[in-house]
Nanobody, 121 residues
Framework: VQLVESGGGLVQAGGSLTLSCAAS????????AAWFRQSPGKDREWVSA????????HYANSVKGRFTISRDNTKNTVSLQMNNLEPEDTAVYYC???????????????WGLGTQVTVSS
């Protein structure tokens, strides 16, 4: 089982990025999925989650209105569209899959290795 994130990079404040998470060895549409992030010196924090159908989405207050999570179950992928990025969004972003749509990271069974997002001011 493998989750692989892509789409990270360096962007100026106010810019946009779209992260993707591709699953192999796992039928992602059977699972809830989430994005977490971790900045240097900080604990990993939950960013957004989506249920198996894609009809239920949830966001941390810090990203609500700027980030959009979605999934394409035909392609076994989950995406995170990030708009109006701020320097505070700089972090390694991780994709996770689990059986429950929740913000608690210990409830997610499968994790990717992360992709770096850097937002310059």
């Amino acid at each position: 089982v493998q989750l692989v994130e892509s789409g990270g990079g360096l962007v100026q404040a106010g810019g946009s990025l779209t992260l993707s998470c591709a699953a192999s060895g796992l039928t992602l549409n059977n699972y809830a999925a989430a994005w977490f992030r971790q900045s240097p010196g900080k604990d990993r924090e939950w960013v957004s989650a989506i249920n198996w159908s894609g009809k239920g989405t949830h966001y941390a207050n810090s990203v609500k209105g700027r980030f959009t999570i979605s999934r394409d179950n035909t392609k076994n992928t989950v995406s995170l569209q990030m708009n109006n990025l701020e320097p505070e969004d700089t972090a390694v972003y991780y994709c996770a899959a689990g059986t429950v749509v929740i913000s608690e990271e210990h409830m997610y069974e499968y994790w990717g290795l992360g992709t770096q997002v850097t937002v310059s001011s």
